[in-house]
Nanobody, 124 residues
């Protein structure tokens, strides 16, 4: 079983930056693709970014491309999301997820393990 714990969320002004972390335990995730999703009360969970097992391939939603960077440190079993130039519309609960396959996916149902989420609030 895999446990995922996100951290790094908080309140930031428009244009600011945050770095989210997702620490994994229970299993080494070096062979798992991982992703970040986000959700607001008014929307379904939406894809933000994904990374393959080695970090050599990434994918981003159009809404975050050029502002967010996903990365991973397999030695530390940790996933990151660097978020720059934040906008109020980035406000959401951010979830990390792990997929029992090395290859990335932008669809939440492809992921097998989920963290509890961390709140990101961007003030205008």
């Amino acid at each position: 079983q895999v446990q995922l714990v996100e951290s790094g969320g908080g309140l930031v002004q428009t244009g600011g930056s945050l770095r989210l972390s997702c620490a994994a335990s229970g299993r080494t995730l070096s062979s798992y693709a991982m992703g970040w999703f986000r959700q607001t009360p008014r929307k379904e969970r939406e894809f933000a970014a994904a990374i393959n097992w080695s970090g050599s391939n990434t994918d981003y939603s159009d809404s975050v491309k050029g502002r967010f960077t996903i990365s991973r440190d397999n030695a530390k079993n940790t996933l990151y999301l660097q978020m720059n130039s934040l906008k109020p519309e980035d406000t959401a609960v951010y979830y990390c997820a792990a997929k029992s396959s090395p290859y990335i996916a932008a669809v939440s149902r492809r992921y097998d393990y989920w963290g509890q989420g961390t709140q990101v609030t961007v003030s205008s």
